[in-house]
């Protein structure tokens, strides 16, 4: 459990803390504290931020969470400034979900965290991309690839960031989006009981609830940020036309625009939920039922739309190429290779984490960090033929 530091300190430090017990002694009976704050190393020494607030500044610190800025949500391989990428995507997350724990007197500073935290480990070429890896994976036996235990891997073990179980774990329990109706928390006591949540999600299980009531908000928050927002850009570039192309009876519910639908499901959300008696996260029967047919609607007629499955096959191509290309460096010791320059020697990369990880592994976590650019740069560099500048000699 983080400890406070020395209470005997200045003033303002004292009165910081002060502060901050009776800011949270309000919080509901549900919300986590920041006295239960778990860390597994606990290499620093508090200082005036609550462990929660530290978790998000070093999330936002490292390398992973700058590479957001280039990866796509949703609509790959597409000329346009104005749809959402992924950096847009976490900050529209940890706005709702601070918005939906403000009104259920929940901890706030937990809540941005996970938000911030919880796409660290997406892929290029979206989840499209995450399943084209997941096949490379199984195929070298690695076990399946997964966007949300590759965020953890990526700030707990690559970046070894020394985040809270609170925090690691909202990241983890955040996707399952199928079970998203009602949701309360599961008690995840210590970090073995983490290691073990981590393996079984490793393996393929996906029916995990949070350990906290804020990481049920921000599981929440993520379907309303993406939901209507997908809707937007999909008109956007034209795969839907416009809102006449929306059945009637989701238009009648939740609005015709991102703005209409993200208010209808927030509202929804925070009259259904209870945070005082219960502990429980939830949406009511009719917008559960209509929110289930909308993600139908959204998969048949945007995430598999012909304009976005048309290139499937080249980018399954590309990464089987990288993969394939990387793994032989690895075992090949080329030291010239990019994932030694650009990933194995880079100094903010844990040296624990490459001694306990095989080839195949690495190789995961290199792609599995790249931005959409990175990755068809490195495409082209591994399969055309590099010029020469002179003459053969």
Known sequence: ME?????????????????????????????????????????????????????????????????????TQVFYLVENDHITHRVIHVQLVSKIARTIGRCLRLNEDLIEAIALGHD????????????????????????????????????????DQDLTLQVLDGILCHNGEADDLSISPKPCHNWLEFDRKFEACEAGNRAIAPMTLEGCVVKFADTIAYIGRDLQ?????????????????????????????VDTLIHDLVDNSDSVDKGVISYSREIERTLTDFRTFSRDHIYNSPK????????????????STYLKDIEGDRHSSRIFTDFINAPWVNGDYLQKTPPAGIVRDFIAGMTDRYFLKRFVECVLPHRVEGTFR
């Open 308 to 323: 976005l499955t048309a290139e499937w096959e080249k980018i399954r191509g590309m990464y089987h190429v990288l993969f």
């Open 233 to 261: 850009d999909a008109q956007e570039i034209g795969i839907i036309k416009g809102p006449e192309e929306v059945p009637r009876e989701f238009k009648e519910i939740f609005g015709e625009d991102n703005r209409s639908i």
């Open 3 to 71: 400890k406070r530091g020395d209470l005997s300190k200045p003033t303002l430090e004292l009165s910081i803390y002060r502060y901050t017990d009776e800011r949270e002694a309000l919080l509901s009976p549900y919300a986590s504290r920041s006295y239960q704050a778990l860390r597994r190393k606990n290499r620093k020494p508090e200082d005036i931020r609550t462990p929660y607030s530290r978790d998000a500044d070093r999330i936002i610190h490292t390398r992973a969470y700058t590479r957001y800025i280039d990866k």
């Open 120 to 159: 660290i480990g997406h892929i290029p070429y979206g989840h499209f991309g995450e399943s084209c890896l997941s096949d490379l994976c199984e195929d070298h036996g690695i076990g399946k690839f997964s966007h949300n235990v590759q965020s953890v891997r990526s700030l707990d073990r690559i970046e």
